[in-house]
């Protein structure tokens, strides 16, 4: 059975840094890329970072310098290091992993996600 499991939310003031980690396991595929999301109330859910299994990342414009992904490949596991936090990074954040399956066919999996706050 797949599981994606987020760890490391949680509320935090503006300026300081938080570490979520997701663990990805269960699968036979290969695991393709791992990326995390974000979706704010009343926002559609965007793309933070992702890493592929390669270890090419992915970071938008707006995040870049403040947002870091890395990933332990023998252990499936993918940190999302965020650095000067403002309150609009508040958000639920949501780790998916994509698998590649028989006949090339691909598929993705969501975490439940976990919730950061950044207060002012």
């Known amino acids: 059975q797949v599981q994606v499991v987020e760890s490391g939310g949680g509320l935090v003031q503006a300026g300081a840094s938080l570490s979520l980690s997701c663990s990805v396991s269960g699968s036979t595929d290969p695991i393709t890329v791992i990326g995390w999301y974000r979706q704010a109330p009343g926002k559609k859910r965007e793309v933070v970072a992702t890493?592929?299994?390669?270890?090419?990342?992915y970071v938008p414009d707006s995040l870049e310098g403040r947002f870091t992904i890395s990933r332990d490949s023998a252990k499936n596991l993918v940190s999302l290091q965020m650095n000067s936090l403002k309150p609009e990074d508040t958000a639920v954040y949501y780790c998916r992993a994509e698998f590649i399956g028989g006949m090339g066919a691909r598929w993705d999996y969501w975490g439940q996600g976990t919730q950061v706050t950044v207060s002012s």
């Open positions: 890493i592929s299994g390669r270890g090419s990342t």
